[in-house]
Structures are given as C-alpha cells and as structure tokens.
C-alpha cells in the first residue's frame, strides 16, 4: 500500500515543493484506520481540483454553501471512489486563510490513498510537513507561537500539556512576551533620546536610570528562561532512567511497565547493549497524569570488566543516561541476597556516580526489588527492611514484572513524585521549545551587557540586539529558514 504520509509527487509539477508556493496542496489529516478519514484540500483552486473527481463535476452546492456538509460521490472517470462528506471554507474564513475544502471519506487507508491520488492527477501536489499551518501563519490567521502550538496539542500526552497549549493557542502567552519585547522597544527609544539629551541633565533618560528599568525587564526575561525545564518536562516528559546490575530484570520491569515487549529479556547477562526510549504517561494519587522519557539501560559493570566493545559502549551510554535523568529508578535483584552479591550492587552504585545524586535537593532515586514471586513474603520483607538501611535509595519498592504485582503502587509513587516538576500556576509562562529559551537567553545577555555599559550609546545598541533576538518569539523579522525548521517538524495534513 501507498505511504499516505509521503505521496508522490504528482508529474504535472516541475521542480521541489517549498513553503512560500501557491499550489494547492493536499494531505491526509486524520490518523488512519478509524472510521472515517479526513482529507484537506487548500489553494485558489481547491474547488477546481475537486470539481474533477466529483461526479459531473457538481461542487454548486459547496459553493451556495460554505461551512455546510455537502454529500459528494467521489469518481476517477468511471471509477467509484468514494461516497463521501464535503465541507467548504471559503477565503479568508479558513483554517489557512486561503479556499479549503475537507473531505470524509470513509476510514479505509486504501480509500484515502486512491482519493488523494486523483486530487495529484487533478493539479493539487502534496503538502508539505505543517504546510496547513504555515500559510495559516503567512495569511495573518495565526502566530507562529499559535501554530507552534497547535503541534503541542497534536502531542500533548498529559493533562497539562493539553493546558499548557491551549493557553498558547489562545496567544496568551504570547501576549505577554509581546508586551516584555515592547517594553524593551520603550526603553531603546528613551536611550536614543538620552543619547540627544547627554549632556543636560534629564533623569528619565539618564542611564543609570534607564539601567534600571532594565534591570527590572532582565528579571522577567530570566524568570520565563528558567521556566523551560519544566515547561520542557510537560510537554516532552520527565526523564527517567531504570538501572541496575545486569540481570536485575531491568528489561522484564521496563516490558511490564510499557504494557509490551519492547526491550529483549534473556536469563543471560547483558542482554541489553544499548539505552532504549519510550514514552509513556502515568497517573498520581490525586488523578494527575504526568508524561516520562523512560530509558531502559544496560546493565552496571564496570567497562574495563568487559572485553566487548558494544556493551562497553553500552555501560558508558547507561552512565550518560543516569546524568541526563530526573529521576533514576535503581533495579535490584531481590531474589540475590549473597554478601557478594550486595557488594557488587553497592561497588556499581559508587562507580556510577549513584552515591552523589542522593540526599535532600538532590537528584532523586527509587529502589525497586524485583522478582518478588521467587520468595516467601516474610523473606521478601525481611530482604526490603535490609536494602532500606544500606541508604542507596529514598524509597524501595517490591514488584514482580511476569505476575504484574506492586506495579500500580510503584507507578503511582513515580507520578506522585515527579508531580512537582511540571506543576504550574494557571496562565504562567512556560517555553516548552529550545529554540525559545535560546532566544530568551541571548535576549538576558543583551540586557546584562547593557547594563554594563560605560556609554548611553552602547546601552541603546544592546537593547536593540535584545529586541533582534527575540524575534523568533514575537514574530517578526523571522527568517525564512528559520521558519522552515519549525514547520518541517510538524506532521503532515498540519
């Protein structure tokens, strides 16, 4: 079957597609494989493109009536398509500004494609990643921000990631960076004044005055920069590694946790060479739903242990990942109680840096006894009391990943935890997006240099290099490939 994602490009176009043409483009989107299908047509000739594979090229009745679903019977020459819904936008009041056309089409993968090839043939080309979204933006229809977050919505995998991009979409945030980069725009204006006014005697636009307005502004800056982490964690997830000694059964716990095999399980040692990534989302106590990057890792043996380079590099990838984390899940073996054997969990523990990362304000560990089904429960406890006093961890718990036991308990204690780093106050300002905080930083850099500047003159001009920074946040004077780096990270049909 055709890849639905990535059409063909259709024969009656010259050259690459961009973002800055007038075609009139289609694409798929909805998900397929539902029950129905939705494909989007925009471009001046929208209404022509469909025309030729309606029957008889009746589309009068999308034309007497916008914004109303029309039945349409879908034909390529004598070919049946499909029986199907139409709804047209007309220019402006449309989604992209421009005349948009969506068709429901029942929700056979094969239907779509067989549809959006005529739609090719017909003189529309495919859309490009976020080319909806893009002219929505080029049309005055939205911001970037606003577009930016219509992809975090598509994304959002927890109940405040949904709010966090709501209140974007809303450009409630963006109304606020607006009114950070205008007050930066005032003060620039009242140094250059200061600049005519230098040699009288004018407090207003004096410098150490207007050095301090802009302190007052770098404090807000600095405030939205730190905010990232945490917008970041909502949006993309809590990072959160699962360690242990090899055969600690990281791999059954992680399989068990993701509700599938994702990661190979093997009575063998070493099983896992490299760091595995998912994404998933847990509930709390109290309902809330907080998104982790879990990263199943290789086992904890000192690398000059091993003669194999592969899992050498793995052990080095582990201790990276155990860096990288907020949170560390520490796996052990509750079934091996040797002396020789909880040395060699307290040798890894001192070897991977483990021992540093405990204690309060630090980065937190949860111990995790595994294979609670090979023992009696008063050994289980008794083995649970002993770990508990060895200080490794904040907190143990026991879970057995083949029969599902202790797992909810444990899951709930990693959300409850983690809870704290992506809460957030109601229409706070959270950056969820690197090349924003970027901005923000480089903007907190501009107004440090100027308030240490010796002259009103360089103040003026390191004002104005803030403002330049922070274009990619209010919107102007974008340039064009940066806007082509954040609508190639959309999806297709967006």
Known sequence: ???????????????????????????????????????????????????????????????????????????????????????????????TGEDVIELHLHGSAFVASQVLEALFEGGARPALRGEFSFRAVKNGKMTVSQAQAVSDLITSSNSEAVSLALDKMEDTQARWILQLAEDIRQLAALSEIGIDFADQD?????????????????????????????????????????????NAGKSSLFNALLGEDRAIVSEI??????????RLTLRGSKGQSVTFRFSDTAGLRNSSDTGDRIERIGIERTQKAIQDSDLVLFAVDLSENSESARRAVREQWDRMGLDSVTGAGRKPVIGILTKLDLLEPQAVAQRKQAWEKEGLAQTWFTVSSTRLEGLEELTTAIADLATQWVRRDLGEVLLTRLEQKQAMDLAAEDLKRGINAPEIDLFASDLKQAIHHLAPLIGSTTADDVLDRIFSQFCIGK
């Not at 004096?206 to 909502?234: D, H, M, Y």
Request: hydrophobic content about 35%.
């Open 1 to 95: 079957m055709k890849d639905l994602a990535r059409p063909s490009s259709p024969s009656n176009k010259a050259g690459p597609a961009t973002y800055y043409s007038e075609d009139t483009i289609a694409a798929l989107s909805s998900a397929v494989g539902g029950a129905i299908s939705i494909v989007r047509l925009s471009g001046k000739d929208s209404l022509k493109v469909l025309g030729q594979i309606v029957a008889n090229g009746d589309t009068a009745g999308l034309i007497a009536g916008p914004r109303t679903a029309k039945r349409l019977l879908l034909k390529k020459g004598q070919q049946k398509l499909d029986d199907a819904v139409g709804i047209y936008f007309k220019s402006p009041a449309s989604y």
């Open 269 to 278: 040692a070493g099983t896992t060479r490299d760091v595995l990534r998912e």
């Open 202 to 246: 004018v407090d207003e636009v004096s410098l150490p005055n207007l050095k301090r307005k802009a302190g007052e502004i770098l404090t807000r800056v600095e405030k939205i920069a730190a905010g990232f982490e945490r917008g970041n964690r909502i949006q993309e997830g809590v990072k959160c590694s699962l360690v242990g000694l090899p």
